[in-house]
């Protein structure tokens, strides 16, 4: 069974930054697609960033040059660094996990397995 496990969300001031983790288990294949998404009240769902096995990342145009997404392959466990970060970035943020060709752009619908959510809160 694929488990998906998020650490790291919580409440900053507008500008200062934040370091989300997660970390998959039980995924036995060799290829993956690690995504992010976040969900704000009252919104739909929307892609932040994604990154492959083999490293290629792809970014949301509202979190580039803000945020980067690393991912440690051995472990299958993905980072979400957030830095500059705006009241707008408030958000549920969810760890997914999908199939290598997931990550060929940022639809919520590519990924099967999701984790549970972390809140980030921006104050301005």
């Known amino acids: 069974q694929v488990q998906l496990q998020e650490s790291g969300g919580g409440s900053v001031q507008s500008g200062g930054s934040l370091r989300l983790s997660c970390a998959a288990s039980g995924y036995t294949f060799k290829n993956y697609c690690l995504g992010w998404f976040r969900q704000a009240p009252g919104k739909g769902r929307e892609g932040v960033a994604n990154?492959?096995?083999?490293?290629?990342?792809r970014y949301a145009d509202s979190v580039k040059g803000r945020f980067a997404i690393s991912q440690d392959n051995a472990k299958i466990t993905q980072y979400l660094r957030m830095n500059s970060l705006e009241p707008e970035d408030t958000a549920m943020y969810y760890c997914?996990?999908?199939?290598?060709?997931?990550?060929?752009?940022?639809?919520?619908?590519?990924?099967?397995?999701w984790g549970q959510g972390v809140q980030v809160t921006v104050s301005s």
């Open positions: 990154i492959r096995s083999d490293g290629i990342s």
């Open positions: 997914a996990l999908g199939s290598f060709w997931s990550c060929s752009d940022l639809r919520a619908n590519d990924f099967e397995h």
